[in-house]
């Protein structure tokens, strides 16, 4: 008997990026397309290639707006040709578009993925699943569950070796990485950095938007020799083996895959206070605010007793190893399917997946 899922995903960002929720999406249908189910993703054209074989794509034009009809009546059409037992909105915007396209989606459920002002789109699912406590303790849905990110072994087990970018060898290396975007604050991280006044190198990974910005103020501040923006890095865990640590400087987080990546690479982290690093991190790894002079108390705190700060969060890489898991995200959310399926099931029909 066929006890495998059919299942559809909307990822409703415009194409124009990839970064956590993408990733997100991404790695939880190939995971559950290995385990037998039938993974169909509906998103944008420009994420085609973004998807391995075994998962369907749909590319929709994802950068129209929520309201607009030609995508809704395209997506209603995509999910009626599916007839999936479940449809899982990837954030806000899908879970907008979920809810005015109920009828041929079969359980629905949608995941937060980041700290919002509100949260009403997700108000009609079936399920909702935050990727921290403190975005779980934000909602106020009636059936929802709590399932961190988590990340294959192959992504973190890397050698240090094989990297797009030479991995400097001057110590200590403060490692950050992200889209260069305004809300990652890279440059209140380069002037905390300049501010605490201590050795070694800050390395930010990544490509974006603020490139221009953020060199033209590592040369006004004079240190292009200790600050570095190398670019995009695909191998992120080699990075992660080789740093002194790695520091989270953004405004606002759903839950951070930099984050898991370094607990599970044994790399410390130091962080402002965004959502889900409280749940990992000692108290004082976590600056009292996202405002440089906070920032750069940190840094200038730790990174002078660097084998200290690891030896501090020894048990929070223990904790990550079993909670952080790829293995661990797709089971739970899996769980989850099952049991909306059966919850939406009428009184003595069969739930069995089509």
């Known amino acids: 008997m ?25 790695g939880l249908a190939a995971a559950l397309a290995a385990r037998g189910h039938r993974i169909h993703v509906l998103a944008h054209p420009a994420y085609l290639s973004q998807f391995g074989a075994a998962v369907t794509v749909h590319p929709l034009p994802l950068h129209l707006g929520r309201r607009n009809p030609w995508l809704r009546f395209r997506i209603q059409r995509t999910l009626r040709s599916i007839r999936p037992d479940i449809t899982h909105a990837q954030g806000n915007k899908a879970a907008s ?50 399932i961190h990110n988590g990340l294959a072994p192959t992504a973190t087990n890397e050698a240090a070796t094989g990297t797009l970018i ?3 060898d001057d110590r200590p290396v403060l490692l950050a990485a992200g889209r260069l975007e305004p809300v990652k604050q ?4 380069v002037q905390a950095w300049v501010d605490a006044r201590v050795a070694g190198t800050l390395v930010i990974l990544g490509e ?40 989270i400087s953004s405004q606002r987080e ?34 009292d605010s996202d405002s440089i ?11 002078h007793s660097l084998r200290a700060l690891a030896n501090q969060q020894t048990a929070a890489f223990e904790r990550a190893a079993h909670t952080l898991t790829q293995e661990a995200m797709v089971t ?12 939406a099931a009428p009184a003595g029909s069969s739930s069995a997946p089509r």
């Open 2 to 26: 066929d006890t495998g899922l059919t299942v559809a995903m909307i990822l409703a960002t415009p194409g124009t990026g990839w970064g956590g929720m993408e990733k997100h999406t991404a």
């Open 97 to 146: 578009l979920l809810g005015r396209t109920r009828q041929f989606s079969g359980a629905t459920l949608g995941t937060v993925h980041g700290t919002k002002t509100s949260h009403k789109a997700f108000a009609g699912l079936d399920g909702v699943i935050a990727v921290s406590a403190d975005i779980l303790a934000a909602l106020g849905h009636r059936n929802k569950h709590l």
């Open 166 to 168: 030479p991995i400097p």
């Open 186 to 189: 890279f440059d209140r991280l």
């Open 208 to 247: 974006g938007s603020e490139r221009g910005r953020l060199t033209a103020l590592i040369k006004r501040l004079g240190v292009k020799d200790r600050v570095l923006l190398p670019g995009f890095e695909s191998n992120t865990g080699a990075w992660l083996k080789a740093a002194s640590a790695c520091v």
């Open 254 to 287: 759903g839950f951070p895959y930099i984050l898991v990546e370094s607990l599970l690479a044994r790399c410390p982290v130091l962080a402002t206070p965004v959502s889900g690093v409280r749940e990992f991190l000692p108290p004082d790894c976590i600056a």
């Open 293 to 303: 002079a906070d920032l750069s108390r940190l840094i200038s705190q730790h990174v």
């Open 332 to 343: 739970a959310t899996e769980h989850f399917y099952r049991q909306l399926i059966a919850d």
